[in-house]
């Protein structure tokens, strides 16, 4: 069974840091690139930052560029985010989810259950 | 590119027939084009994928169709289960970049 399980999330204080992590099981890792999506609380999504499979580079959003690393730890399975800088703005549900390329159709499946980062004083 | 989609709410009936929209500000490949379903309370879950295909387990009265600037998610005969979010989501290769709508939520009337 493919499962994607995200963790890592919680409270810190505007200007701080936070890891979060990734772990997949039931899919070669190697073989998929991956991404963070994030949800603020009553809001949509919106995609965080991208990171492709065996040397793939790596992509973000404009508004976590300069602040948030994604990267990725093939050896156990785990994505990561490290996230710097931390605004209030930052707080959200973050999302891993498997990009699954369809031919040359990309789509995110499956998605972990979510972490919740809270950024407050 | 920025994702429109309209309405913002949709009130219908069970065994009615929903059409949700999404409108980018410029021409997408139908190949990037994606939808997604969001239960409350759940991680999102993708329905649609190069806007026409199924994603797997996904029933037959979920459609995707359009091109260029204008997409359409197509629900035939609503099920109980079918009331949530719904999300389109355009993939950009220059450089590698992803957008999502602001959401349809489809509510029970």
């Known amino acids: 069974e493919v499962q994607v399980l995200e963790s890592g999330g919680g409270l810190v204080q505007p200007g701080g840091s936070l890891r979060l992590s990734c772990v997949v099981s039931?899919?070669?890792?190697?073989?998929?690139?991956m991404s963070w999506v994030r949800q603020a609380p009553g809001k949509g999504l919106e995609w965080v930052s991208d990171?492709?499979?065996?040397?793939?580079?790596?992509y973000y959003a404009d508004s976590v560029k300069g602040r948030f690393t994604i990267f990725r730890d093939n050896s156990k399975n785990t994505l990561y985010l490290q996230m710097n800088s931390l605004r209030v703005e930052d707080t959200a549900v973050y999302y891993c989810?498997?990009?699954?390329?369809?031919?040359?159709?990309?789509?995110?499946?499956?998605w972990g259950q979510g972490t919740l980062v809270t950024v407050s004083s | 590119i920025v994702l429109t989609q309209f309405p913002g709410t949709l009130s219908l009936s069970p065994g009615e027939r929903a059409t949700l929209s999404c409108r980018t500000s410029q021409s997408v490949s139908s190949s990037y084009l994606a939808w997604y379903q969001q239960k409350l309370g759940q991680a999102p879950r993708l329905l649609i994928y190069g806007t026409s295909t199924r994603a797997t387990g996904i029933p037959d009265r979920f459609s995707g169709s359009g091109s260029g600037t204008d997409f359409t998610l197509t629900i035939s005969r609503l099920e109980p289960e079918d009331f949530a979010v719904y999300y389109c989501?355009?993939?950009?290769?220059?450089?590698?970049?992803?957008?999502f709508g602001q959401g349809t939520k489809l509510e029970i009337k």
């Open positions: 989810a498997r990009v699954n390329i369809f031919e040359v159709s990309p789509g995110f499946d499956p």
């Open positions: 990171m492709g499979d065996i040397g793939g580079g790596t």
């Open positions: 039931g899919f070669p890792f190697n073989n998929y690139a």
């Open positions: 989501q355009q993939y950009d290769s220059s450089p590698p970049t992803y957008t």
